[in-house]
């Protein structure tokens, strides 16, 4: 099919999804907290990823959520999040803490890394309540390359805080301070005196985000990296009916179903598109995007990279509206 | 070398992958090596080798039990110092390998190389012009068509495959001028010795002290260009994203893996396309197949080879069990012809989808510089299409032979001009 014919054409089906993720343990962390163990369906190798890295989760309602992965990642089969129950959410956090159970499916994208651990002879991680999570991964590595080290671990009262019996190995490198015992953490007096030697790690809500960044300006730049657990605006919902994909090179149409990538469909038809890896991760096969709004699904492209929406992986990577168009 | 009882249940294949006779053609050892099993034996080096296409990938992508940080050559970091200080990318792992491959990744992507495309395909356009127009000395009067149809007679390799991957990737990265004819004899050897010490090691060994010092002098800060990829790599030490010790490293690996690559994947396709008229018709009816097109002589011919992986735990393969400690010898070219993945494996053909080759690995190390090596491709084999009607060769061909590198050391070709 490589005549360029114009029409209309039915992907085939038949491969299997290769976003799906099934829950096989769903466990208590702490107040409010749970953890998921994820893996693929058939058991297969995930995505690699490095401390500081999200997924994210689209559930069976259709809302996506960014989950930081803070399990252990010489384990290629499995990913573990941490989910903590938001009162004010907009309802994921309730759906997973109430509703998913273990066996269930949900897709994801990913892992992206916005956060990452960058080599220094000394770090100090500050963990606000779920922002933990990220930083659980980092401590590992730090203890792991000999790095002098200490966490600062915040949270509203010592039953709130998930992970503290991972973390009691590390003896007194870790310093809790539940509010409800110990107030706010000490940010000014460990912070007081900038050091060349030492990066500074933070995540957790934003009023603490906004504080290190206040008691840490005389420090030397770069020093101090965060990650905000903030919820993203997504476009479009995502979807998971099927979409209409125009060819702009050939005027072919094809119709996407939910369970075949826009590669292959496009495959299927004829059009040239290398690719490598067809996980979204080597950037092979980068498509500019002409027309629609791309549901990115990839661990390339920065949140600016993707808001552009001129370009997409469809070896991962979707759509959020009716239809695109793809120069292929 | 230690003398070893061959293991019981892992079939033994008694070959040398590096002796010239199997450099000069690898075929037959690959396909012994494939069908002996999913894992083999080879008793000269105490050496597990995994030939077909499920292995091969399978060994790329497990970092956790097939490490790198003991060297990706036939030597044992665990027991024998590296020639040079090793590679912060291809002879490192997680944690280490993070912080480097996460700086240099977006440096040479693809939205970061669009920059470059439009003065690289000028440039290539520019190379098959002045060969086409300006080799008046080369242009055989007997073969000049009436008007302006002409023949060419030239050394493909040097005046192609060499000259266009020189021409544009040191000012990429941002290098003086002078010198720069030491980047292929130190890639060269480099890639020999990740073989064990052989003839080939030694042709290079007199050079190596000086060859290496020339390379680290071009990775330092103050020598390189304000623009470059080099540059960009120590901006990133300036935000503290690697360390100041690791960016002149980092430069090395391109200057160390970015020249003889492409060079000889340049070569493959050149050879692929000159040997086989009808896919060099395609080509020239379809010029957006031109990165198809390489995919598929990168495939075909796999420029590089070989890579060497060590086993950190008992790893089970097909039934047998590559021992803790031992070296892995990765087969990418046996994989990229295992008719158990692709039909008809020994063709070169572009209507087939290359898509999933291991001629670049795969996972976690996969090359990081494919992208610069399919836009030099689609820069001159678009302006090779536009220019010249037909190829052909116009002698025999003759290998270079390097211990992981499948290449041509001359590649006598008749171009004639569109």
Known sequence: ?328 | MTTTAAPTTVPTVDVDPFSHEVLADPLPMQAALRDAGPVAWIPRYDLYAVARYDEVRATLVDWQRFPSSAGVGLSNFRYEEPWRPPSLLLEADPPHHDAPRAVLAPILSPRALRRLRERWCADADDLVAGLLDGASGRRSGAELDHRSRHVVELDAVAALAEAFPLRVFPDAVGLPPEGREHLLPYGDHAFNAFGPANDLVAKGAPRVAELSAWVASRCARDVLSEDGFGAAIWSASDRGDITPAQAPLIVRSLLTAGVDTTVHGLGACLYALASNPAQWDRLRARPDLARVAFDEAVRWESPVQTFFRTADVDVPIGGSVVPEGHKVLMLLGAANRDPRRWDDPDAFDLARDPSGHVGFGMGLHQCIGQHVARLEAEALLGALARRVERLELAGEPERHHNNTLRAWGSLPMRLHAA
């Open chain 1, 1 to 328: 099919m490589l005549d360029g014919t114009r029409g209309r054409e039915e992907a085939d089906v038949g491969d299997a999804q290769g976003d799906q993720l099934v829950v096989t343990a769903k466990e208590v962390a702490a107040d409010g907290v749970v953890t998921l163990e994820l893996a693929r369906p058939d058991g297969g190798r995930l995505p690699d990823w490095a401390p500081g890295a999200h997924i994210d989760v689209t559930l069976a309602h259709g809302a996506t959520r960014q989950y930081s992965l803070c399990g252990d990642r010489w384990d290629a089969h499995s990913y573990r999040v941490g989910v903590l129950r938001e009162v004010d959410g907009r309802g994921g956090s309730a759906y997973v803490h109430d509703e998913l159970a273990v066996r269930d499916v949900v897709t994801f994208g990913g892992p992206r890394n916005d956060f990452a651990m960058v080599p220094s002879p000394r770090y100090l991680f500050v963990a606000g309540g779920i922002g933990i999570t990220p930083l659980l991964p980092m401590v590992h590595q730090a203890d792991l390359v000999g790095a002098d080290w200490a966490l600062l671990y915040g949270g509203r009262s010592r039953s709130s805080m998930a992970f503290l019996d991972e973390l009691a190995r590390h003896g007194d490198r870790v310093h809790l301070h539940p509010q409800d015992e110990a107030g706010l953490l000490p940010l000014a007096a460990w912070l007081r005196e900038p050091r060349e030697d030492t990066v500074v790690y933070c995540c957790g809500p934003g009023p603490l985000l906004d504080a290190i960044a206040d008691a840490t300006t005389h420090w030397p730049p770069h020093r101090l990296r965060t990650e905000r657990f903030a919820a993203a605006e997504l476009g479009a919902p995502v979807r998971d009916e099927p979409f209409e994909v125009e060819l702009a090179r050939t005027g072919t149409t094809i119709t996407v179903p939910p369970q075949l990538s826009v590669l292959a469909a496009a495959r299927s038809v004829g059009a040239t598109a290398l690719s490598s890896c067809e996980q979204g991760v080597c950037g092979t096969c980068e498509t500019s995007v002409l027309a629609g709004v791309p549901d990115h699904r990839d661990s390339i492209l920065a949140d600016h990279e993707r808001a552009a929406g001129d370009c997409m992986f469809p070896c991962v990577s979707r759509s959020c509206t009716d239809r695109l168009v793809l120069d292929l």
